[in-house]
């Protein structure tokens, strides 16, 4: 089932294919020449490069330090941007210590890029001035916009959504925050075209003939926990209150041994969080994870817990992620006019994995995804998609524990 799939009008013509995509990569870390070969041999045999070109890269920090990043993203003729990661997979390949992008180019689509300024001086003006610099000559609101946050910032990735919906109120909203492979992502950084960051956001702004299609999987409904509770004290990401006890009390209360879990034995503790008090409410819950407790007893969520809101705890093994993605993958085949398709998987799911093969959910992606369509995986520092719409505005979710898909 497509879970959100944005109406609009466009100018489609029957059998005309208005964007194209292809994913490309390379192993070599060191030799640059080498690599930019690989890559440009891909090109040449997968697609054929229009008026309008962007490419999103996704590899591992180490492709920064030895400088290929830089020497890859400069000798490209189009805008190259987009996040460190802890795993990938495009057509055919899966692995770790790997380069990838994905491109997209069109005759019929607009690409507009942008890199914000350093977001922890001021975050709203920071969005907002490269959203303007970005879309300069542009009349109406992108059809898609593409985001790519750091995640080493205070800031609950609910916070880049609200700002950049500021400036782009009834545009859908998709991307995934910059990871690593360290326990703290302590080595993640934000590319833009060869410029690496931990505190600016790239971005890409989509016009014209583009209707982008979005698929969200989660954790089984089946897969309920017997722990439910209201949210009666919160602020942003941290939580005060559940049933009016104090958070680290409510976990006392319903049995749980709080004083020898750690926060790693947290983030396998999935919330499906029914977010009634939103003014945008659109029925479908969220998932958060807890990540930790202050002393005061408060617990910290990766991601906004508002006020109100009810949760149910669910449960979720290896098993439970790899049907989840084998199934979002099979809705995927079944679809028409796919394009290209990215996805953005959480890196809790990775971890829910690594007791057998730590790779299997994107190697499910490279194995089953019908050949014909071109696709990017990578594993997600928390996931930014749509989940539907009110009166006609995109409902766009931060969400945790999940697979977030575009399909365009």
Not at 215 to 228: C, D
Not at 346 to 361: K, P
Request: with cysteine; glycine share 6%; proline share 4%.
């Amino acid at each position: 089932m497509i879970l959100y799939q944005k109406q609009q009008k466009t100018d489609h013509k029957e059998g005309v294919i208005m964007l194209k995509c292809a994913s490309i990569f390379t192993y070599e870390i060191d030799d640059q020449d080498l690599a930019l070969d690989e890559l440009n041999a891909q090109i040449k045999e997968k697609i054929e490069l229009k008026a309008n070109t962007v490419g999103i890269i996704m590899c591992h920090p180490e492709f920064i330090r030895s400088g290929m990043v830089q020497f890859i993203s400069e000798s490209f003729p189009f805008d190259v941007l987009g996040v460190t990661t802890a795993a990938q997979a495009v057509n055919g390949e899966a692995g770790e210590m790997i380069l990838t992008i994905f491109i997209m180019t069109s005759d019929d689509v607009r690409f507009k890029t942008g890199l914000t300024d350093i977001l922890s001086d001021d975050v709203d003006k920071s969005i907002k001035t490269a959203h303007e610099s970005a879309s300069e000559g542009e009349t109406e609101e992108p059809r898609l916009a593409l985001i790519f946050p750091p995640v080493g910032l205070q800031l609950a990735g609910d916070s880049y959504i609200e700002k950049w919906q500021n400036c782009v109120p009834k545009t859908p909203i998709f991307g995934t925050l910059a990871i690593d492979d360290t326990p703290t992502f302590e080595d993640s950084e934000t590319l833009y075209n060869g410029k690496t960051s931990k505190d600016q956001m790239p971005f890409i702004l989509c016009y014209g003939n583009i209707n982008p299609r979005f698929l969200i999987g989660t954790i089984p409904k089946e897969n309920t926990m017997p722990y439910k509770g209201e949210i009666t004290s919160s602020v942003g990401s941290f939580v005060h209150e559940i049933n009016e006890l104090n958070s680290y009390k409510y976990f006392e209360s319903i049995g749980f041994e709080t004083s020898g879990i750690s926060s790693v034995n947290y983030l396998f503790l999935p919330f499906s969080i029914d977010q009634k008090s939103r003014d945008d409410y659109d029925g479908v819950p969220v998932i958060r994870v807890l990540d930790s407790f202050t002393d005061s007893g408060t617990a910290k969520f990766h991601g906004n817990v508002d006020e109100g809101s009810t949760f149910t705890l669910l449960k979720c093994e290896a098993a439970d992620v790899l049907a989840t993605t084998k199934q979002k993958v099979k809705e995927i085949n079944d679809m028409p006019d796919v394009n290209g398709v990215l996805m953005f998987s959480c890196v809790v799911r990775r971890v829910v994995t690594m007791t057998d093969n730590h790779n299997e959910e994107f190697e499910i992606a490279r194995d089953f995804l019908r050949s014909d369509i071109p696709f990017m995986m990578g594993s997600a520092g928390g996931e930014i998609c749509p989940t539907g719409e009110r009166d006609g505005i995109p409902t766009n979710r931060y969400h945790n524990y999940s697979i977030a898909i575009l399909i365009v």
